[in-house]
């Protein structure tokens, strides 16, 4: 684990994308169906405030109705696909991960099990593993749909406006930096969390490993005085963990209203001057609010992704060891 610690979010990354291997397919279902599914929340609320304006005018708005009629369903078909694609392939990724484990594993005992406790390497194998599932599920198809749908939207105010495009983007400029501004401070914490969290599980495990002799040697109040200990120590690294997601997700919700209160803004000194059609102006603005959706939702998930950074950091300390039984019975398959 000591060589895994100074592994930083690219690397990490680098090696969870390798995994994917004969399965980018469905990486690439994942994206598609993933930039499909905001744009049609974005699609929704745009032909929304089109058939208002038209109700404003006293403009037929049939032609609308009908293109609302068939998007909506279309972007909950493509939402229900997204999360079919990346769970998908997620734990497909994880059924590999966890053999993979294991078979090392197998290698490498009986002597690494005696430097390393059961119950560590038992939380390893499933909570571990399982956290990763997030960084596939519900990481990768969200970044890239975060890169492609503000782009989006920036290229249309900016067709409409530069003066739009221009109030828009240092808020989404904070919005995509303000994760990479923190990273530091979410990834030792996640790092420290999740070993913790295996320090508790090795203690549980062995507990139950070894309740004839804790029995035997009256040591029930020591274990129980030794897990309260350590969680004790856990709850404050938790607490400070969550305690920068929450301030994230304030942060965010103030970029999302003042994005969309300077778009406004500015729209209405544009619309004042003539350069700017009355009825665009509510458009372009939920335009400019929709472009935070996708960064919203990765930042949702920026608690869990500091857990898989602290996962993958432990899962990676494994493979890297070295086997110390090179000859006999069952190595030639790879099993000792």
């Given at each position: 684990m000591l060589r895994a610690e100074q592994m930083g979010w690219v690397d990490a990354f680098r090696r969870l994308l390798a995994v994917v291997g004969s399965l980018w397919p469905k990486l690439v279902l994942s994206f598609t169906s993933g930039v499909g599914h905001f744009l049609g929340l974005i699609g929704v609320s745009v032909l929304g405030a089109l058939m208002v304006a038209r109700v404003r005018n006293g403009e037929p708005f049939d032609g609308l109705m009908v293109a609302l009629l068939i998007l909506a369903p279309l972007t909950a078909l493509l939402t229900w696909l997204e999360s079919w694609f990346s769970h998908d392939l997620a734990f497909r990724?994880?059924?590999?991960?966890?053999?993979?484990?294991?078979?090392?594993?197998?290698?490498?005992?009986?002597?690494?099990?005696?430097r390393r406790r059961s119950g560590d390497l038992v939380a390893m194998a499933t909570q571990d593993v399982e956290t990763v599932e997030y960084f596939f599920a519900h990481t990768v198809a969200n970044a890239f749909v975060a890169t492609v749908v503000p782009a989006g939207v920036l290229i249309t105010l900016l067709v409409h406006g530069w003066q739009l495009a221009l109030a828009l983007l240092p808020f989404l400029a904070l919005a995509a930096w303000s994760p990479v501004l923190t990273r530091s401070v979410i990834e030792r914490l996640g790092t420290v969390a999740r070993a913790d969290l295996g320090g508790l599980n090795a203690h549980v495990v062995d507990t139950l490993q070894g309740l004839r002799e804790i029995a035997a040697f009256q040591a029930g109040p020591q274990r129980r005085a030794d897990f309260a200990r350590l969680v004790e120590a856990y709850v404050p690294v938790r607490l400070a963990f969550n305690r920068q997601i929450t301030?994230?997700?304030?942060?965010?919700?103030?970029?999302?209203?003042?994005?969309?209160?300077?778009?406004?803004?500015?729209?209405?000194?544009?619309v004042n001057a003539g350069e700017l059609p009355a009825t665009t102006l509510p458009l372009l603005t939920l335009l400019a609010m929709g472009a935070f959706l996708p960064i919203s939702e990765l930042a949702q998930v920026g608690r869990r992704l500091g857990d898989t950074i602290g996962a993958t950091r432990r899962l990676t300390a494994i493979p890297p060891e070295p086997v110390p039984v090179l000859a006999g019975a069952g190595v030639a398959d790879g099993h000792v």
């Open positions: 990724l994880l059924a590999q991960m966890r053999i993979a484990l294991y078979r090392q594993l197998d290698r490498l005992a009986p002597g690494y099990l005696q301030l994230q997700r304030i942060w965010l919700e103030l970029l999302i209203g003042g994005g969309g209160l300077t778009v406004l803004v500015v729209g209405t000194a544009l």
